[in-house]
């Protein structure tokens, strides 16, 4: 998966459960749309993880 | 008249010295302007002169004389009073006698002189001058001008030979401090008959490059004679007053201020005090500066010390800033991924339940399906059992064959043709005729 900001990520993820929520998905599609939820979900914790981290370890430099 | 006695001018000028000297024996007191004063031989010569009041026009004058027995005691007490010479110009009061000697003619012989009443008249004339200043509105010009901050570049008027210019450069020149002062002279006559036009001389020259000057210093050398009359004149004054430069004179006397040192813009009493006013009002601007760079520093330390404590305070609640966020935002992800889940579950089953009510209905609808066939078919069969054509030959019927063909009309019939017909029990085969 390419570089995407967070923001994007969210939206895109929160776009996902509101099709879902509306029974706009095809049955077909919905594993699909689940799978790139789920990659959606990482990468937004991942990102948040990644960023604390690099918080605590630019305070911990001064 | 030839016959009138005549007398000699010696005969007749004794004649009235006698008069006189009968006549008039006594000392008066005389107020009187000099209109002349001259020394020779240790003696005084006067002229004494009284003017109109407004127009100035004589209307007395007398020679005077005070022998040098008396001059050498007068003139210094006089000069030591008053601070001046006699002078034409001034008033004084004598004390005379008449005398009419007949070879000199008609004098005033002075006994004393009351220098009180020239100092009185000095003092009225200051006065004068003083309330004329005013008048003009020039009196306290120089006051209102500032000395500037660095008031470096010095116009000097005084004698070049003066002890006291001397002094007032080197006071300068050495300053404690090691400021730089460049000082220009301006050479004027600082006594005698001279010092007003000198001066004014001075300030003009100094007048047409001001702008090269931060202020002038009118000074004059310890040991003069102690004659203010010449810095006492109103054209002086009105020329230091409405000068464009603050105008600092050092011209050391010990009586009263005179009129030169109240129109300045300060006064001091020497030269070297003038040079020292010009070290501690520089001195004074570099303790302003100084004080400003210490409070300059004290403030952006101040500033900087609490920005950095404001610092630490974010950097200590930084971390438990984001870690809010992050928790915020996981939870705001769980809960998505949550719903995501449910409805997910949801389409499922509703999907689900479709399905099974379809297949539910499956069977029945099978069920009817095959009884209705069932049903059309034993129908078939009834109706197939009715149309047997046996049943019909039992009942004595027949049927013609011709060339296996069911025969319905005897036209299609020729003679020879051979057909078949069926009965009950088997087959007759005819032949047409």
Not at chain 2, 97 to 113: L, M, P, R
Not at chain 2, 126 to 154: A, H, N, T, Y
Not at chain 2, 303 to 327: D, G, H, T, Y
Request: proline fraction near 3%.
């Amino acid at each position: 998966m390419k570089e995407i900001k967070y923001e994007a990520a969210l939206a895109e993820l929160q776009t996902i459960v509101r099709k879902m929520e509306n029974d706009e998905l095809d049955i077909d599609q919905m594993s699909e749309q689940l799978k790139r939820a789920q990659e959606l979900i990482k990468l937004c914790k991942d990102k948040l993880t990644k960023t604390d981290e690099e918080i605590k370890k630019i305070l911990a430099e001064k | 008249m030839m016959s009138e006695k005549r007398l000699t001018l010696f005969e007749l000028n004794n004649l009235v010295r006698e008069v006189i000297e009968c006549e008039m024996p006594n000392e008066y007191w005389v107020e009187a302007e000099l209109s002349e004063c001259r020394e020779n031989h240790g003696h005084c010569f006067m002229s004494l002169i009284q003017k109109e009041e407004k127009s100035a026009t004589p209307i007395a004058k007398a020679d005077a004389r005070c022998w040098a027995s008396k001059w050498m005691l007068i003139r210094p007490y006089f000069e030591r009073t008053t601070g001046q010479k006699l002078r034409a110009g001034i008033k004084v009061l004598l004390k005379v006698y008449a005398q009419f000697h007949e070879a000199y003619g008609f004098s005033w012989i002075v006994t004393d002189i009351d220098p009180t009443y020239t100092l009185g008249d000095m003092a009225r004339k200051r006065q004068e001058i003083i309330r004329q200043l005013k008048e003009e509105g020039v009196f306290d010009l120089q006051k209102s001008l500032e000395l500037p901050l660095f008031c470096q570049r010095i116009a000097v008027i005084s004698s070049e030979t003066a002890a006291g210019y001397g002094d007032f450069c080197n006071q300068l020149s050495d300053n404690p401090y090691g400021f730089q002062f460049t000082t220009w002279l301006f050479p004027a006559t600082m006594q005698g008959e001279e010092v007003e036009k000198s001066i004014i001389d001075a300030l003009n020259h100094i007048n047409e490059i001001y702008e090269d000057f931060d202020c002038v210093v009118i000074i004059r050398g310890g040991g003069a004679t102690s004659d203010m009359s010449g810095f006492d004149t109103l054209s002086l004054a009105e020329n230091v007053a409405n000068f464009p430069l603050p105008i600092i004179t050092g011209i050391g006397h010990d009586r009263d201020e005179s009129i030169l040192d109240m129109v300045s813009h300060t006064r001091v009493k020497t030269p070297t005090a003038a040079a020292t006013l010009l070290i501690d009002h520089l001195k004074a601007v570099l303790d302003t500066i100084e004080g400003a760079q210490s409070l300059i520093t004290h403030y952006a330390q101040q500033k900087l010390s609490s920005l950095k404590s404001q610092l630490s305070i974010i950097q200590e609640i930084l971390p438990k800033l984001f870690s809010a966020i992050k928790f915020r935002q996981e939870a705001h992800i769980e809960s998505l991924n949550n719903r995501m889940l449910s409805a997910i579950q949801q389409r499922i089953m509703s999907q689900m339940a479709i399905i099974s009510n379809t297949e539910s209905r499956i069977p029945m609808l099978l069920e009817r399906r095959i009884t209705s066939e069932r049903h059309r078919l034993e129908m078939l069969e009834e109706k197939e059992k009715a149309l047997d054509p046996t049943l019909l030959l039992k009942r004595g019927y027949s049927i013609t064959f011709f060339k296996g063909k069911v025969v319905k009309d005897p036209l299609v019939l020729h003679k020879g043709d051979e057909i078949e017909t069926r009965i009950e029990k088997g087959t007759i085969k005819s032949i047409i005729k």
